[in-house]
C-alpha cells in the first residue's frame, strides 16, 4: 500500500532528516585514512542516542548494525568493520534515523584522503545523477520519468546503473511501496502525487552494473571490481516541486 503522508508526519519526517543532515556532517569531517568504518558505526550510534534517536535499520530483517558502510567495490549494505580506511578509498556511509517515529534515509559517498580522477569522476557523476532524478520527481510525473533520467545522464557519462536494488517509498516503515528503480522508460509505471514520501539513491558502477552478494547474504559488490558509489536524498512529492528533507546545502 503507497501511504500520502499527512502535513505532521511530513514535520515528524523533516525533524529527522535535519539530524540525519547533522550527523552526516560530522561524519565528513571523520573520514580520513586510518580510521575505521565500524568507529564511524559506533560514533553515529552514540550521536542519534544523544539527540533523542534511534538508528532504524539496525535489527532490521536483523541487520546488525547502525549505519551500511560500503567500501570501494561494494554497492550497498557493506557491514562496518575493524579494517582502517585507507588513502584513496571510496567509501558510502547509509542510514536511517527514526526520531520521534519520524523516518528520513540518506546515503553519502565520500573519499578517503586523495581521490584519484576517475574515482572523483564517478562520485560526480553519480550526485549528479541523482538530482537529475529528482528533477522529475514532480507531481503528475512517472516513476519512469526519474530512473530514465538517471540512466540516460549516468549511461552516457560512460557509467552503468545498478538494477538490484532502488529506491523505495518510506514512513511509517523502513522500505515501502513504491519501489523507484534507477533506469527505466519515461511515462512509464505509477503517476506520483502530493504527499508520496520516496527515496531515490541511484547505485552507480564503473564496470558491469551486475552485482553479486556476500556470504553475508547483506552486502553487494560488483562482479568485476569496479568501484560503486551512491547518493541518496529522502524527498516529498509536492505541488511545489520535491522537497528534500535531507539536504545537505540547507541552512
Request: proline share 4%.
Amino acid at each position: 500500500m503507497i501511504t500520502r503522508k499527512s502535513k505532521r508526519e511530513v514535520e515528524q519526517m523533516q525533524a529527522a532528516g535535519d539530524l540525519l543532515v547533522k550527523c552526516h556532517k560530522e561524519i565528513a569531517k571523520m573520514i580520513k585514512p586510518g580510521i575505521t568504518t565500524m568507529e564511524i558505526d559506533t560514533f553515529v550510534e552514540a550521536f542519534l542516542e544523544k539527540h533523542g534517536a534511534t538508528p532504524e535499520q539496525k535489527g532490521y530483517s536483523g541487520y546488525p548494525y547502525a549505519i551500511c558502510a560500503s567500501i570501494n567495490d561494494e554497492i550497498c549494505h557493506g557491514f562496518p568493520r575493524e579494517e582502517k580506511l585507507k588513502d584513496g578509498d571510496m567509501v558510502t556511509i547509509d542510514m536511517v534515523v527514526n526520531l520521534n517515529g519520524g523516518l528520513a534515509d540518506s546515503a553519502w559517498t565520500y573519499a578517503v584522503g586523495t581521490m584519484d580522477e576517475k574515482g572523483k569522476r564517478l562520485m560526480e557523476v553519480t550526485k549528479s545523477s541523482l538530482y537529475k532524478g529528482i528533477e522529475q520527481a514532480q507531481v503528475g510525473n512517472r516513476i519512469g520519468d526519474i530512473g530514465h533520467a538517471i540512466q540516460q545522464y549516468a549511461e552516457g557519462e560512460g557509467f552503468s546503473v545498478v538494477r538490484d536494488f532502488t529506491g523505495h517509498g518510506i514512513g511509517p516503515t523502513i522500505h515501502e511501496e513504491p519501489h523507484i528503480p534507477h533506469f527505466g522508460l519515461p511515462n512509464k509505471g505509477l503517476r506520483l502525487k502530493e504527499g508520496m514520501v520516496v527515496t531515490i539513491e541511484p547505485m552507480i558502477n564503473e564496470g558491469s552494473w551486475k552485482s553479486k552478494m556476500d556470504d553475508n547474504n547483506w552486502t553487494a559488490r560488483t562482479i568485476d571490481k569496479g568501484r560503486s558509489a551512491q547518493y541518496e536524498h529522502t524527498i516529498v512529492i509536492t505541488r511545489d516541486g520535491p522537497l528534500l528533507i535531507t539536504d545537505q546545502d540547507r541552512d
